[in-house]
């Protein structure tokens, strides 16, 4: 009996044992939240399997008891070779996320559903107030500023990554159109 390559992980091993490296190294990139330094060898593994969006500075608008909805906003990133796509987003503090964005229409900035929100290959998208954003519909709780909302997101290639975002005090936006973009005019 040889037993000779329980020793530790090395990425030579990679040859002899693929689908191990590959499970690790996603598990890996999913359990941690700090920057992950992709090299070549796992954007390669990682390739064979679901990329691995990373999401950073994730908040969310704090809004007053009473208030029927929220917003939350992040920046996803995309270090894999291949474009991704946000499809869909679910929270407990919320009955429905929506994935919307800003579009002016008659000169005036207003909100709009998306389908899905596309991560070019190698690169990111910000999610902030007056452009892209998570809607919270229908908040089942107030949100104070510092509560912490869950966020589950949704890719098109069948991947699901949880963020946690803290909510913010947000002053609605004025300055891209001219107009306040608050973000409540489902309920107005
Ligand atoms: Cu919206």
Redesign the pocket.
């Known amino acids: 009996m040889s037993k000779t390559t329980n020793c530790s992980l090395r990425p030579r091993t990679k040859a002899a044992s693929p689908g191990w490296l590959i499970a690790a190294l996603w598990l890996l990139g999913m359990a941690m939240s700090a920057p992950v330094a992709l090299g070549a060898d796992a954007d390669d593994a990682t390739e064979a399997r679901a990329p691995i969006p990373l999401v950073r500075d994730a908040y969310a608008r704090a809004v007053p008891p009473g208030q029927g909805?929220s917003?939350a906003f992040m920046r996803i990133i995309n270090p894999s070779a291949k474009a991704l796509a946000l499809v869909g987003a679910s929270s407990s503090v919320a009955r429905v996320v929506?994935l919307?964005?800003?579009a002016r229409e008659d000169g005036m900035m207003k909100?709009?559903?998306v389908e899905r929100i596309e991560i070019p290959a190698k690169s990111e998208v910000v999610l902030q107030p007056g452009g892209l954003?998570?809607?919270l519909i229908e908040l089942k709780q107030s949100l104070a500023p510092n509560d912490l909302v869950d966020l589950r997101l949704l890719f098109d290639n069948g991947s699901a990554t949880e963020v946690t975002a803290q909510t913010r005090a947000i002053v609605p936006r004025a300055d891209l159109s001219g107009h306040p973009s608050d973000?409540m005019?489902?309920s107005n």
């Open positions: 909805n917003a929506e919307h964005t800003h909100m709009r559903r954003h998570l809607m973000q005019p489902h």
